[in-house]
C-alpha cells in the first residue's frame, strides 16, 4: 500500500501531522508493506526567496496585532509540543519553499526523501537560524545523507526537478486538496489535515482492508463524521482555538 503525503515546509500543521501519521504507522501491523512518499504542495508559489520573520507575516495575513501573532504561533508550540516535536514559536522564517520540494524529489530518487524532511522541518521550526537559503540547504542536504556535489548541481539549476514539483502540484489540485496536509492512502483513501493519530489509524485500516479500485474518499472532510483538522492554505494556516 501506498501513502503520498502533500505538504509544504512553512506549514506546521504538516510537522505535527506527520508525528501524528507516523505514531498511527508505527502501531500498524502491514507497517512493512506500506510505502510512504511525500509531496509537493507550495502554500505561497509567489512568495518571496528571501526568508522573512514569520510573527509579521502571520499579523499581516491575518490582520492581526503582533502580540495576536504571537499568541497564535505559541499555540500551533503547544500542539507540537504535545507530539514531542521541538518548536521556537515566533523565532522562525517564512519564504518561498520551491527549492525545498526540487531537492525533496531529488532525494526521493537517492532513497534519503524522509530524512531530508526531517532535517528541513527541525531547521524551520526548532533552530534559530534560518532553513532557507542556497548554501543552508546545501548544509541540511548533507546532513540528511545526501552528496554536497550533487545537492549543490540541483540548486544551481532551477529546472532540475522543477517538473516533478509541477506535476506533484497538479495532481493535488485535481484531487481537489486546497490545503496541506493532504494524506492519500492508494489514490482511494484521502485525510485532510493534522488529524488525531487515531484517525490516522482508522484510515490505514479502512484503506488495507478495502484494497479494490473505488473513488477517492476523503476522511475529514466537511461532512465526514471525523470532522476538518487544522491545516495550511494558500491563506495561510488555521489556528488553534484556547
Known amino acids: ?28 501491523p502491514h507497517r512493512a508493506e506500506v510505502e510512504v512518499v511525500h509531496r509537493s504542495f507550495e502554500l505561497d508559489p509567489n512568495g518571496p526567496r528571501d526568508a522573512r520573520p514569520v510573527i509579521p507575516l ?16 505559541a499555540r500551533i508550540a503547544e500542539n507540537a509540543h504535545g507530539e514531542g516535536l521541538p518548536y521556537l514559536a ?6 518561498n519553499s520551491f527549492d525545498m520540494h526540487r531537492l525533496l524529489h531529488f532525494a526521493l530518487e537517492h532513497g534519503r526523501q524522509s530524512e ?3 532535517v528541513l522541518y527541525r531547521a524551520n521550526f526548532a533552530e534559530e537560524r534560518s532553513a532557507f ?6 548544509e541540511l542536504a548533507v546532513e540528511a545523507g545526501l552528496d554536497g556535489g550533487a545537492a549543490g548541481a540541483v540548486l544551481a539549476d532551477p529546472e532540475a526537478y522543477a517538473e516533478a514539483v509541477r506535476e506533484d502540484e497538479a495532481t493535488a489540485s ?11 492512502l492508494d489514490r482511494r483513501l484521502g485525510v485532510s ?8 489509524t482508522r484510515a490505514l485500516e479502512q484503506a488495507w482492508e478495502s484494497r479494490v479500485p473505488t473513488p477517492l474518499i476523503q476522511v475529514g472532510a466537511a461532512g465526514d ?5 487544522e491545516a495550511c492554505g494558500p491563506d495561510g494556516c488555521e489556528l488553534p482555538q484556547r
Open 90 to 95: 515566533g523565532r522562525r522564517d517564512a519564504a
Open 58 to 73: 502571520l499579523a499581516t495575513k491575518y490582520g492581526m496585532s503582533l502580540e495576536q501573532a504571537e499568541a497564535a504561533e
Open 225 to 229: 463524521a471525523a470532522g476538518d483538522a
Open 174 to 184: 485535481a484531487m481537489g486538496a486546497t490545503g496541506v496536509p493532504f494524506f492519500v
Open 193 to 200: 489535515g493534522a488529524q488525531p493519530a487515531e484517525t490516522f
Open 1 to 28: 500500500m501506498r501513502v503520498e503525503i502533500w505538504t509544504d515546509i512553512n506549514c506546521p500543521w504538516c510537522y505535527i501531522g506527520k508525528a501524528r501519521f507516523e505514531q498511527a504507522l508505527a502501531a500498524f
Open 116 to 118: 531530508l524532511l526531517d
Open 133 to 138: 537559503g542556497a548554501d543552508r540547504l546545501l
